[in-house]
């Protein structure tokens, strides 16, 4: 059976086009593989914001102390979290963000990666962080386990983002994301089992994003009924011209898509709670094409322990979202929730807290204990009510703290 599926993927290939969206063989890319780490024309495009592919810029932008009033600044204690970004690059993630065809919207991964890149360039100084790609680099019918394509380390100095640049980690994630197209199926829970050992051998807190297209599939192992078969839910078409309905069950054995396309959920579900058992959460971010299998994302949120509360007994556990900017904004949030908090605590005590002062960005902050800062103890301060939310919102590049003027008071 796999060889006779692996004969008709001329066909398939052909079929994607029209079809509607999925992460599965039922729906692959209209673009063969890549071999090499090289770019292409059909690579991901940035937005116009940043320098990706600047990857030789090593030496970091001198920091900007202009307008700090102070002769002092104190470090500030950091602890940056691990963030592991798992990205589906399934043969559906070339199709366009929206169903409209009148509106004019990125594909799935384009809009994947750029709001990556968005996220990072503002954010990406305060994690430790890497990514990897599901499926791996293969042909348009692969259920290849995803890979890692960029090891977990250290962000870019907040210098690079303050001077609107792409530090030579961003840089290089982004020259391998954009050296990939969609293709193939949705190996879920064979790429969380993979990556499992080397995440959870990672030093200090650590959280996943898994941002995807569609339901997990990929299990030959599956035994599955027309309910929960992925061809027959979104219509996939069969060999012979006809379309799978409720006639045909093609996930069985002896049909057109085979077990493969059964919704891998229990699987995916189970790696997803092993690694929660283990400290790691698992924030679901499901574009579109996700609405029709909302029970598989929200046991996958659940299990990940990040489902979202409800207003309505129908909003979805998971981030769905519908378009590229919810896309960014969701990342930006989870990304802001993970690695910013409104206690600083410096590396010792001032010498004189009537001498201190905090900065956003070069712009004071003035002492408050409303809508400022105060202080928390001889050595920590805390940002609290608007200050606070401005913080938390990402949109603060670096929070500097300054020994040697007056303290600036409300």
């Not at 070069?362 to 800062?373: A, I, K, L, R, S």
Request: some cysteine.
């Amino acid at each position: 059976m796999r060889s006779a599926r692996l004969a008709r993927s001329a066909l398939l290939t052909a079929m994607w086009l029209s079809a509607p969206s999925c992460s599965s063989k039922t729906h692959p890319p209209g673009l063969g593989s890549i071999d090499g780490d090289g770019g292409s024309a059909g690579a991901a495009s940035l937005g116009t914001s940043g320098t990706a592919g600047q990857i030789d810029n090593s030496t970091p932008p001198p920091e900007n102390t202009q307008g700090l009033c102070g002769n002092q600044i104190l470090p500030i204690q950091t602890t940056r979290p691990n963030l592991f970004l798992v990205l589906d690059r399934s043969g559906s993630m070339y199709d366009s963000m929206s169903s409209d065809p009148k509106v004019v919207a990125p594909r799935k991964y384009d809009a994947s990666v750029n709001a990556i890149h968005q996220v990072l360039l503002k954010i990406g100084h305060r994690l430790m962080y890497g990514a990897a790609l599901f499926p791996s680099r293969g042909n348009v019918t692969s259920c290849a386990a995803g890979s890692t394509v960029d090891s977990v380390r250290v962000g870019d100095s907040v210098t690079y983002a303050r001077n609107d640049l792409d530090g030579p980690h961003l840089a290089g994630l982004m020259r391998v994301l954009g050296s990939y197209l969609p293709e193939g199926s949705t190996p879920t829970s064979a790429t969380l089992k993979s990556l499992t050992p080397m995440l959870t051998g990672l030093s200090g807190e650590t959280s996943i994003i898994l941002t995807t297209d569609g339901a997990p599939n990929c299990n030959d192992s599956l035994v599955c009924g027309i309910s929960t078969c992925i061809a027959n839910i979104e219509k996939g078409q069969m060999t012979n011209g006809h379309y799978c309905d409720a006639t045909v069950n093609c996930c069985a054995a002896n049909g057109d898509y085979g077990p493969e396309a059964c919704i891998d959920d229990q699987a995916s579900v189970t790696a997803i709670a092993k690694l929660h058992d283990n400290g790691i959460k698992t924030y679901v971010v499901g574009l579109p094409g996700t609405d029709v299998y909302q029970n598989v994302m929200n046991h996958m949120a659940n299990a990940g322990g990040t489902a979202r509360p409800q207003t309505q007994a129908t909003d979805p556990l998971y981030y769905r979202v519908e378009d590229a900017d919810a896309l960014a904004l969701a990342l930006k949030g989870i990304v802001a929730d993970l690695s910013i908090s409104c206690t600083v605590t410096l590396d010792e005590a001032p010498p004189d807290w009537s001498q201190v002062n905090v900065y956003f960005d070069n712009h004071v902050v003035v002492q408050d204990p409303v809508d400022g800062w105060k202080q928390v103890d001889a050595s920590s301060l805390e940002l609290v009510g608007s200050s606070c939310e401005s913080l938390k919102s990402g949109d603060v590049f670096q929070v500097q703290v300054v020994a040697g003027c007056s303290t600036v008071i409300q």
